[in-house]
T-cell receptor, first 113, second 113 residues
Framework: DQQVKQNSPSLSVQEGRISILNCDYT??????FLWYKKYPAEGPTFLIS?????DKNEDGRFTVFLNKSAKHLSLHIVPSQPGDSAVYFC????????????FGTGTSLTVIP | DGGITQSPKYLFRKEGQNVTLSCEQN?????MYWYRQDPGQGLRLIYY???????QKGDIAEGYSVSREKKESFPLTVTSAQKNPTAFYLC????????????FGQGTRLTVV
């Protein structure tokens, strides 16, 4: 049973506009959430994270929002650039699971120049 | 340079043969993980280890085996019992305590011919 879900397999955005990637989770015990960026045939690279005690974390063009009551997080990229085109995975971890990471199925972002 | 090294990048195997994928890290991380990526299915956990000489099964451990004889190394063996071994395999590592991200290797693409 998928505990972390990304319901949008793909997203296309014009360069300079905002990209919003969404992620839902089912287990309220998750206390740390991460976003990874992945290019084909490469390993994922860490992008940004948020602890469950916060509702927002910002790093340059990337902002992650956490809504614990809705068990939902989102990644905002502003402004979007063609180099942002990649697959984005959200992930969650929790002490109850030995801090192992649960990943979503990914969203393929295409930024159109 | 600290990081995780997976080898080889591409691997071909005949049906019925066992094959071992290498994963080495020099980040001094206690935890190491093996994930499998298939199209549309995200990253699924095969095995993970939090300490030398100990490891736990993930969601899809059947047909795989691992060892953790050294902190730096976590090889994965894909056995002939794995019914659909063709996939992209990713190794990762992390520290155990506190909220932290996992660092990934570049992956090994295994193809059964």
């Amino acid at each position: 049973d998928q505990q972390v879900k990304q319901n949008s397999p793909s997203l296309s955005v014009q360069e300079g506009r905002i990209s919003i990637l969404n992620c839902d989770y089912t287990n309220s015990m998750f206390d740390y959430f991460l976003w990874y960026k992945k290019y084909p045939a490469e390993g994922p690279t860490f992008l940004i994270s948020i602890s469950s005690i916060k509702d927002k974390n910002e790093d340059g063009r990337f902002t992650v929002f956490l809504n614990k009551s809705a068990k939902h997080l989102s990644l905002h990229i502003v402004p979007s650039q063609p180099g942002d085109s990649a697959v984005y995975f959200c992930a969650a971890s929790a002490p109850f699971a030995g801090n192992q990471f649960y990943f979503g199925t990914g969203t393929s972002l295409t930024v159109i120049p | 340079d600290g990081g995780i090294t997976q080898s080889p990048k591409y691997l071909f195997r005949k049906e019925g043969q066992n094959v071992t994928l290498s994963c080495e890290q020099n980040l001094n991380h206690d935890a190491m993980y093996w994930y499998r990526q298939d199209p549309g299915q995200g990253l699924r956990l095969i095995y993970y280890s939090q300490i030398v000489n100990d490891f736990q099964k993930g969601d899809i451990a059947e047909g795989y085996s691992v060892s953790r004889e050294k902190k730096e190394s976590f090889p994965l063996t894909v056995t002939s019992a794995q019914k659909n071994p063709t996939a992209f395999y990713l190794c990762a590592s992390s520290i155990i305590q506190g909220n932290t991200e996992a660092f990934f290797g570049q992956g090994t693409r295994l193809t059964v011919v």
